[in-house]
């Protein structure tokens, strides 16, 4: 005789005791439509980097553009409302891995020495990985420009914030201004880090990031002797 398995009885599952959230919406599968809308937008903003790098951003259309990017004029205005909004959206961009990168050798506990060198390594590797976005970044367009202002007065605080520290630890002399000399060097990086971006070949990385890092720390002559610090004797 044969006896027919005792199956246990199927219950509606409780959405409270499984953790699900009944309120939450569906996760909506990515489609074939979705996937070439994303590559469209991604060779736009590739084609506006390498077009706002060689022109400026006022010298470029939006026809150009597309053209460039392989698709229609048209098209750029299901993306972008205008070709001011991909400029910002490639600033943008640029910026958050800039700071990301800075960010990786941010530590308020590490030697003067090492947090100089490591922006410098920061800046000199963005710039080697990105050339068109620098030449953005710091170009001298007014739209450019601000974002370029930005930049370097973030730098600037983080630049201040670190000599501050610094000299509370005794590793640099009281009579360097923290905000002068942290102006002096966002000034210094914007320039030598534009200037070697457009040809790499004008000076080998690890000179360029050995020389800025130099700078900071030593001053332009460091053979000629310097003052010493200030008497507090009375």
């Not at 010298?59 to 299901?78: D, L, R, W």
């Not at 050798?105 to 976005?133: I, K, M, N, Q, T």
Request: overall charge negative; proline content about 6%; aromatic content about 4%.
């Amino acid at each position: 005789m044969s006896v027919t398995p005792h199956l246990p009885t199927s219950r509606p599952l409780d959405p409270i005791s499984a953790g699900i959230d009944e309120t939450a919406a569906p996760t909506r599968r990515e489609t074939a439509a979705d996937r070439a809308r994303a590559q469209t937008r991604s060779r736009l903003l590739t084609s506006g980097t390498v077009l706002f790098a060689e022109r400026g951003l006022h010298c470029t259309t939006t026809h150009e553009i597309a053209s460039h990017a392989g698709v229609a004029a048209g098209t750029f205005y299901n993306h972008f409302p205008d070709k001011g909004a991909l400029f910002h959206e490639i600033t943008a961009e640029g910026l958050r891995e800039l700071d990301a990168r800075l960010q990786i050798g941010a530590h308020p506990a590490r030697r003067l020495r090492d947090a100089v060198r490591s922006h410098a390594e920061a800046l000199v590797s963005f710039a080697e990985d990105h050339r068109d976005l620098i030449r953005i970044l710091f170009s001298r367009e007014s739209d450019a420009s601000a974002v370029q202002h930005g930049v370097l007065d973030d730098l600037a605080a983080r630049i201040a914030d670190g000599r501050r520290q610094a000299i509370t630890r005794g590793e640099m002399p009281t009579r360097i201004d923290p905000d002068v000399l942290a102006q002096a060097v966002v000034g210094m990086w914007a320039r030598v880090v534009a200037w070697w971006a457009e040809n790499p070949e004008r000076a080998p990385r690890e000179i360029v990031i050995e020389t800025l890092t130099r700078i900071q720390l030593e001053g332009t002559h460091p053979s000629v002797g310097r003052d010493p610090e200030p008497s507090t004797e009375r």
